[in-house]
Nanobody
């Protein structure tokens, strides 16, 4: 059984920081490309950051310099460090794992940025 479980979301003031985690099970984690997506109410899903099986990272322009994606293959976990949070970062953040044509999604974790 494949599971991706996100955690670490919450309510944060603008300018604050948060670290999200996504713990995977049921897959050979080290060979999967991992991506964080987010979806705000009434908007389409948006790619936030990706880290491939070799550790190469890529980011959406809107989060460059503020977000950092990383992975710990020994813990089967991918992280998203979020700094300098803005209200427009408010969304449900989802974890995605892809290997070839096999893909899996987590249930999401809510990030709310508000004063």
């Amino acid at each position: 059984q494949v599971q991706l479980v996100e955690s670490g979301g919450g309510l944060v003031q603008p300018g604050g920081s948060l670290k999200l985690s996504c713990a995977a099970s049921g897959i050979i984690f080290r060979i999967y490309d991992m991506t964080w997506y987010r979806q705000a109410p009434g908007k389409q899903r948006e790619l936030v950051a990706t880290i491939n099986s070799g550790g190469t990272t890529n980011y959406a322009d809107s989060v460059k310099g503020r977000f950092t994606i990383s992975r710990d293959n020994a813990k089967n976990t991918v992280y998203l460090q979020i700094n300098s949070l803005k209200p427009e970062d408010t969304a449900i953040y989802y974890c995605n794992a892809v290997f070839f044509k096999n893909g899996y999604w987590g249930q999401g974790t809510q990030v709310t940025v508000s004063s």
